[in-house]
């Protein structure tokens, strides 16, 4: 598999992560469904990516 494909589903399962946990840490404070997605893109948006490319670039020994 090419590197950036690689990288990119390393992005999207990251970016997944976080939107999952802030929906159900906002259901867990209980918000409905509409608050429940506000927060998780809300979450999504901030999410920094420098450390997911850095682990990536770490792990495969590849820099992009």
């Known amino acids: 598999m090419a590197i950036p494909l690689?990288?990119?589903e390393t992005v999207r399962e990251a970016c997944l992560c976080t939107l999952f946990q802030a929906y159900e840490s906002a259901g867990v404070s209980g918000l409905r469904a509409a608050g429940r997605w506000e927060i998780a893109?809300?979450?999504l948006r901030s999410r920094d990516?420098?450390?997911v490319v850095a682990g990536f670039q770490r792990d495969t020994g590849n820099v992009t």
């Open 6 to 8: 690689e990288l990119a």
């Open 41 to 43: 893109v809300q979450a």
């Open 49 to 51: 990516l420098r450390p």
